[in-house]
């Protein structure tokens, strides 16, 4: 299994401004991604982050706004660039591990940064 | 793109009732995956389903993966009050090393 810390848990942030998430897992892990998260909704992928190269960035997201970092196997970065309210959202980290006898590829998640934008 | 649909949106049972809830994919899946998200938590791993027509139990959570590997379904027997939540189904196209795609969800209620 894999412990995901991600920080901060919250924040409230000004439009414009720009907001950067870490996250850290306990051990090495073959993928990391990160969501997002609306109140009531599901998760929507905005990117998978790649190990020391750019990160891929679904439909509807962008580099710009969402940069993304992974410079090794246990950590990486989202950042949410010139922020407006509807980018207010809960932001998940989630990894993903191919090791060990299980081996089911299951998908653990951080507890989410919670951003309100105002 | 990849798209995964989930029903019901949401499902209000009885305690001791049973709950299904189904899952399409619009393309074939290498695997399907189920979560369970609590209110206020986030996603904890069910299980993965990956051969065809496939089927898995966990106490009372019985969990099918279609023959065409397009659709799945996650049925609560006798449901409980820890049963709450919102379930999502969650698939992987081309092979496990892939990014996997979120279903919309089931909340489920369940009156004591």
Redesign the interface.
């Known amino acids: 299994s894999a412990v995901i810390s991600q920080k901060p848990s919250r924040d409230i942030c000004q439009r414009g401004t720009s907001l950067t998430i870490q996250c850290q897992v306990d051990s090495q892990v073959?993928?990391m991604?990160w969501?997002r998260q609306q109140p009531?909704?599901?998760?929507?992928?905005i990117a998978?982050a790649n190990q020391g190269s750019e990160a891929?960035y679904?439909?509807g997201f962008v580099i710009d706004k969402f940069p993304i970092s992974r410079p090794n196997l246990t950590f990486s970065t989202l950042t949410v660039s010139n922020m407006s309210p509807e980018d207010s959202s809960i932001y998940?980290c989630?990894a993903?591990s191919?090791s060990g006898i299980a081996n089911?590829?299951?998908?653990?998640?951080?507890?989410?940064s919670r951003l309100t934008v105002l | 793109g990849q798209q995964v649909m989930q029903i019901p949106q949401y499902q209000h049972v009885q305690e001791g009732e049973d709950f299904t809830t189904y899952c399409n994919s619009s393309t074939t899946l290498s695997n399907i995956q189920w979560y369970k998200q609590r209110p206020g938590g986030h996603p904890v791993f069910l299980i993965q389903l990956v051969k065809s027509g496939e089927v898995k139990k966990q106490k009372r959570l019985t969990f099918q993966f279609g023959e065409a590997k397009k659709n799945s379904s996650l049925h609560i027997t006798a449901t409980q009050t820890t049963d709450v939540g919102t379930y999502f189904c969650a698939g992987s196209m081309k092979t496990s090393y892939d990014k996997v795609i979120f279903g919309p969800g089931t909340s489920l209620s369940v009156i004591p």
Do not use: N
């Open positions: 073959t993928m991604f969501y009531g909704q599901s998760l929507t992928l998978t891929t679904e439909s998940l989630s993903r191919f089911t590829g299951e998908l653990f998640f951080g507890e989410g």
